[in-house]
């Protein structure tokens, strides 16, 4: 399973950016793909995941409201639209997937790197 994560950049306070994660190598109808990020000086923390067979979503609280998580199963594509952005959320984002028999994320992408100027 490889993925390759893209999207990132420099925004402004309450600006948008969407995310994108292009998922390869397998079936995907078993897995559970996440979205996480690390900010300088801090452990890396999820954000959000989906469910690809359901389409199902939980997010951290922090990001629950602002940031939606969706797939496109065409385009084997996950996205992370985030909307309200500030200064908190300057991170590297990670994007992730394990099958829902795992208990910890196998596979990750390289990370993007998200920066929001106050």
């Known amino acids: 399973v490889q993925l390759q994560a893209s999207g990132g950049g420099l925004v402004q306070t309450g600006d948008s950016l969407r995310l994108s994660c292009v998922v390869s190598?397998?079936?995907?109808?078993?897995?559970?793909f996440g979205w996480f990020r690390q900010s300088p000086g801090k452990e890396r923390e999820v954000v959000g995941t989906?469910?690809?067979?359901?389409?199902?979503?939980g997010y951290a609280e922090s990001v629950k409201g602002r940031f939606t998580i969706s797939g496109d199963r065409s385009k084997n594509t996950v996205y992370l639209q985030m909307n309200s952005l500030s200064p908190e959320d300057t991170a590297v984002y990670y994007c992730?997937?394990?099958?829902?028999?795992?208990?910890?994320?196998?596979?990750w992408g390289q990370g993007t790197l998200v920066t929001v100027s106050s």
């Open positions: 989906i469910r690809w067979s359901s389409g199902s979503t």
């Open positions: 992730a997937a394990r099958t829902i028999i795992m208990t910890v994320y196998k596979y």
């Open positions: 190598g397998r079936s995907f109808g078993s897995y559970i």
